[in-house]
């Protein structure tokens, strides 16, 4: 399974942006879909997931009621829509398959990262 994460790019705080992740292959929908995002100098941490028919999520605190993770199995693609962006929330963010969890050790695949960064 191929990963390509996108729709990163520079926006203003308050702003939105949608990240998308497009998978290869056709065992997209046996898996969870979590994304996580780095910010320089920092570890890899969890920002939200969605298991594999898209009825569970789980949030991270710092992004919860602001971001809204989905998916479509029919496209093989998931999605993380931002809103109310923070300059906190400047990183690079990154798409992964695997078991639904809040660890990098629970995933199985990775996409490249796309960068969102935040100006106040």
């Known amino acids: 399974v191929q990963l390509q994460a996108s729709g990163g790019g520079l926006v203003q705080a308050g702003g939105s942006l949608r990240l998308s992740c497009a998978a290869s292959?056709?065992?997209?929908?046996?898996?969870?879909v979590g994304w996580f995002r780095q910010a320089p100098g920092k570890e890899r941490e969890f920002v939200a997931a969605?298991?594999?028919?898209?009825?569970?999520?789980d949030y991270a605190d710092s992004v919860k009621g602001r971001f809204t993770i989905s998916r479509d199995n029919a496209k093989n693609t998931a999605y993380l829509q931002m809103n109310s962006l923070k300059p906190e929330d400047t990183a690079v963010y990154y798409c992964?398959?695997?078991?639904?969890?809040?660890?990098?050790?629970?995933?199985?695949?990775w996409g490249q990262g796309t960068l969102v960064t935040v100006s106040s």
């Open positions: 992964a398959l695997g078991a639904m969890g809040v660890t990098l050790y629970e995933y199985d695949y």
């Open positions: 292959g056709r065992t997209f929908s046996s898996y969870a």
């Open positions: 969605i298991n594999w028919i898209g009825v569970n999520t």
